[in-house]
C-alpha cells in the first residue's frame, strides 16, 4: 500500500507564490516518476509537470518558466515552486506517482488528494 499526501495550497494574488509538496509513503521500492495534474471548472484535466528519479522534468507549455518541480529521493517527497501565478492558475492540483513496490515489484501510479490553488485578487 502506497500513499500519496499533497499540502501547500492556498489562496494567494495574482503574481504570486506558492509551493505544493507531495509525500509518498508505504511499500516502496523506487518512485519512477513524481509529478502534478490540475483541474480546473469547465476545463479539462492538465498535466502540469512531471520529474523522474534523475531529475530530469516536462511542464507543460503554460507554465514553463513560471512553475518548478523538484524532489528529494531521500524523502519520497516532490514540490512545485509555483511562481507568477495568474488566474489562470487557479485549479484543483492532484500530484501522482508511479511506484514500484517493495513487494512483488510491480509498477502501479498513485494520486494524492487534491488542493486548491486560488488566484486571485
Known amino acids: 500500500q502506497v500513499h500519496l499526501v499533497g499540502a501547500g495550497g492556498g489562496l494567494v494574488q495574482p503574481g504570486g507564490s506558492l509551493r505544493l509538496s507531495c509525500a509518498a509513503s508505504g511499500s516502496i521500492f523506487d518512485i519512477n516518476v513524481m509529478g502534478w495534474y490540475r483541474h480546473a471548472p469547465g476545463k479539462e484535466r492538465e498535466l502540469v509537470a512531471t520529474i523522474i528519479s534523475s531529475g530530469s522534468s516536462n511542464y507543460a507549455d503554460s507554465v514553463k518558466g513560471r512553475f518548478t518541480i523538484s524532489r528529494d529521493n531521500a524523502k519520497n517527497m516532490a514540490y512545485l515552486q509555483m511562481n507568477s501565478l495568474k488566474p489562470d492558475d487557479t485549479a484543483v492540483y492532484y500530484c501522482?506517482?508511479?511506484?514500484?513496490?517493495?513487494?512483488?515489484?510491480?509498477?502501479?501510479?498513485?494520486w494524492g488528494q487534491g488542493t486548491q490553488v486560488t488566484v486571485s485578487s
Open positions: 501522482n506517482s508511479v511506484v514500484t513496490t517493495r513487494v512483488g515489484g510491480l509498477m502501479y501510479l498513485y
